[in-house]
DNA sequence: GGTTCGATCCTCT
DNA sequence: GAGGATCGAACCT
C-alpha cells in the first residue's frame, strides 16, 4: 500500500475549462506530507468556481489581496479561511489573469487514516473528511498553503488515480453558496455516485 | 481604526 | 432546524 508512486498531475491538467477539470478530478488522490507521513484521499467531490461573472466565486469582486491566488496560474492551491474556523482547498484553473478554480468538498481516506482520526478529535471515519473543511483540518491543510504549487509533488499534491466514468459521476448545484440565479443552480458540483464518503450538501 | 461577513462545522433542541 | 464559533480581509469612516 506505501509503495505506489503517487505522481502529481502535471499543470496541463489544470490549463482547461474549469467544470471540465472539476470533473475529471474525481477520482484522483490528493496527497498530503505530514510529519513524516503520508495522508492520502480520494477526490469524491468537487465544485467549480468560474469566472468574474460568477457571483458565487470569491473572484466576482474583483482581484483582492485574498483571491489573488485564482488570478494566477494553473495548478496552484487557493486556501481561504471561512467564519474563521475552517480551511477551503482550492485548484486554481484556466490561464493565468482569468480567475477560476475547483473547491475540493470531499475525500474518501486511503492512507495515514490514523493521523487524520487524531487531527479531527477521534471523529468516525465517515466524518474525517466528507466536507471542505474537515478535509482540510484531516491534513493538516491552512492558510500557510495559499499559493502553493500542487504540481512539484511535494507538502501537497494531487497524484493520478483512475477516471470516473460518467455514469458514476452526480451533478447538481454547489452547495452553500450566495448569488444570483444563476450562482445557486448552475450544476457545477460533482461527487461520486454513491460514495459513502461525499457531503451532506444542503 | 471600526464594522461586517463568510464556498462550514458542531452542538443543542 | 437553529445558533454560535472566531478570524482575516474587505470596505467603510
Not at 66 to 93: D, E, K, W
Not at 134 to 145: G, P, V, Y
Not at 151 to 168: D, F, H, K, T
Request: net charge positive; proline share 7%.
Amino acid at each position: 500500500m506505501n509503495t505506489r508512486a503517487w505522481t502529481p498531475i502535471p499543470r496541463s491538467f489544470y490549463d482547461r475549462p474549469t467544470v471540465q477539470v472539476a470533473q475529471e478530478l474525481l477520482g484522483h488522490y490528493l496527497v498530503r506530507e505530514y510529519e513524516g507521513q503520508l495522508l492520502v484521499g480520494r477526490i469524491v467531490e468537487t465544485e467549480a468556481y468560474v469566472g468574474l461573472d460568477d457571483k458565487a466565486s470569491h473572484a466576482s469582486v474583483g482581484r483582492t489581496a485574498r483571491n489573488a491566488v485564482m488570478f494566477g496560474p494553473p495548478g496552484y492551491a487557493y486556501v481561504y479561511l471561512i467564519y474563521g474556523v475552517h480551511h477551503c482547498l482550492n485548484v486554481v484553473t484556466e490561464r493565468p489573469g482569468y480567475p477560476a478554480a475547483v473547491l475540493i468538498r470531499a475525500l474518501e481516506p486511503v492512507e495515514g487514516v490514523e493521523v487524520m482520526r487524531r487531527l479531527r478529535g477521534g471523529r468516525a471515519d465517515r466524518e474525517l473528511t466528507n466536507g471542505p473543511g474537515k478535509l482540510c483540518q484531516a491534513l493538516a491543510i491552512d492558510l500557510r498553503f495559499n499559493g502553493h504549487d500542487l504540481c512539484l509533488g511535494r507538502e501537497l499534491w494531487v497524484a493520478q488515480g483512475e477516471s470516473v466514468p460518467p455514469e458514476e459521476i452526480v451533478r447538481g448545484p454547489r452547495v452553500g453558496v450566495r448569488g444570483d440565479e444563476r450562482a445557486l443552480t448552475v450544476p457545477w458540483r460533482f461527487a461520486i455516485r454513491g460514495n459513502p464518503y461525499v457531503s451532506r450538501g444542503r
